[in-house]
């Protein structure tokens, strides 16, 4: 099963080329993924530390898949299996299936720069997605923290 996100486009000339444009590609969710968005806030207080090296050690050791980060709308991704149930156990979280699209940006963007809004904290490879109990213990870990 290919479950890197380029899977869940027709095209990967499209990603290419938005890439090319961008630095972002505009992807459906629900096809080869799902994703979980996640406060920042959220994510560092699971992680105790907003440092980004830290933050990135903590998502490397609890999340095992891909991991993108928003700095404009201060939200973080986590890509799970597509057809995931919702893992909505935050009232700040928000389940992406189908019927939504996910800014990817290119894969060599993981580290934030002033020229790209987004960054992957954990970037994708083609066969690891995030294990939705990890998304569930990364939220109680927040909320138990808090």
Known sequence: MNTHPLAAVLSAYEVQEQWLRRSIALV???HAFDAVRMPTDLVHTAARTREPEQVRIYL??????????????HHHYALVPPN????????????LGTN???????PDLTHP??????????????H?????????ALLHQATTTQ
């Not at 995931?84 to 389940?95: A, Q, Y």
């Not at 939504?100 to 290119?106: I, N």
Request: glycine share 6%.
């Open 113 to 126: 720069t002033t020229h790209h809004r987004c960054h992957w904290i954990i970037p994708p490879d083609r």
């Open 128 to 136: 690891t997605l995030c294990p939705p109990q990890a998304i569930t």
């Open 60 to 73: 490397t050791h609890t999340l095992h898949g891909p991991v993108l980060t928003d700095r404009t709308t």
């Open 28 to 30: 459906p969710c629900g």
């Open 84 to 95: 995931t149930p919702p893992i909505e156990s935050h009232p700040n979280t928000r389940h």
């Open 100 to 106: 939504a699209y996910l800014g990817l940006p290119r």
